[in-house]
C-alpha cells in the first residue's frame, strides 16, 4: 500500500498524558498537511509543511500542540497534557502540488481521552 | 468553519436518482473549490475540484457547478448508487497570501437507497 500511513489507529489516553501521532506520507510528496476532525463535522487545518518547513499554523494549534517533519519525510504531532476537547480524529494529508491541490488522506489516528 | 456553509446536512435518494448538494462561502480569496467524499472508518478522498475561471466541470457522473458572482458552487452526482453512500465535504482554499489551507464545511451524509 502506497498511501498515507498514520499511526497509530486508535488512542485512549487519560487526561493529562501526552500522545503522538506518526504521519508517513506518500514518498515522493513534499507537502504534508495536518487536520482535525471531530464527530459530524468537517476537518480542520491544523499546520502545513513543505518539506521539513513548517510554513502554517492555525490558531487552533494551542501551545500544547507541537509538529515536526524532521529530513522532511515522515511527521509526528504531539499533544502535551492532553485534555477532553482534544478528543477527535486527527487526519494527515500530503500533497505534490501546492495550493492545497490534490490532497490525499490517511484514515487518520483517533484519539479518545478519558 | 462559519466561513462555509453546506446543505443539506442529510439527502436521501433513490438508486438512479440526481443527487444535488450545495455549498456556500464568504470568503472571495478562495480559488480552488474541491469536493471530498469520505466512507466511515476512512479519509476524506479529492472527488471533482474546480477553478473561479470556470462555471461548470463534469467527470463521470459528478458534476460541479460554480457560481462566483454568487459565492456558491455545487455537486451533482447522476444516476446515483449505492456506492455513493457517503458524506460530502465542500472544502474552498485560496492561495492568496500562500496559504495552503482548506475550509471544509460540515457536510452532507448521503444516502442512496437500492
Known amino acids: 500500500d502506497t498511501g498515507v500511513s498514520q499511526d497509530p489507529r486508535h488512542k485512549i489516553t487519560k487526561r493529562g498524558q501526552n500522545v503522538t501521532f506518526r504521519c508517513d506520507p506518500i514518498?515522493?510528496?513534499?507537502?504534508l498537511y495536518w487536520y482535525r476532525q471531530t464527530l459530524g463535522q468537517g476537518p480542520e487545518f491544523l499546520t502545513y509543511f513543505q518539506n521539513e518547513a513548517q510554513l502554517e499554523k492555525s490558531r487552533l494549534l494551542s501551545d500544547r500542540f507541537s509538529a515536526e517533519r524532521p529530513k522532511g519525510s515522515f511527521s509526528t504531532l504531539e499533544i502535551q497534557r492532553t485534555e477532553q476537547g482534544d478528543s477527535a480524529m486527527y487526519l494527515c494529508?500530503?500533497?505534490?502540488?501546492?495550493?492545497?491541490?490534490?490532497?490525499?488522506f490517511g484514515e487518520g489516528s483517533r484519539l479518545t481521552v478519558l | 468553519q462559519q466561513q462555509v456553509k453546506q446543505s443539506p446536512q442529510s439527502l436521501i435518494v433513490q438508486k438512479g436518482g440526481i443527487s444535488i448538494i450545495n455549498c456556500a462561502y464568504e470568503n472571495t480569496a478562495f480559488d480552488y473549490f474541491p469536493w471530498y467524499q469520505q466512507f466511515p472508518g476512512k479519509g476524506p478522498a479529492l472527488l471533482i475540484a474546480i477553478r473561479p475561471d470556470v462555471s461548470e466541470k463534469k467527470e463521470g457522473r459528478f458534476t460541479i457547478s460554480f457560481n462566483k458572482s454568487a459565492k456558491q458552487f455545487s455537486l451533482h452526482i447522476m444516476d446515483s448508487q449505492p456506492g455513493d453512500s457517503a458524506t460530502y465535504f465542500c472544502a474552498p482554499g485560496g492561495t492568496q497570501g500562500g496559504s495552503e489551507k482548506l475550509v471544509f464545511g460540515k457536510g452532507t451524509k448521503l444516502t442512496v437507497n437500492p
Open positions: 514518498s515522493e510528496h513534499n507537502r
Open positions: 494529508a500530503s500533497s505534490l502540488t501546492g495550493g492545497a491541490r490534490e490532497l490525499f
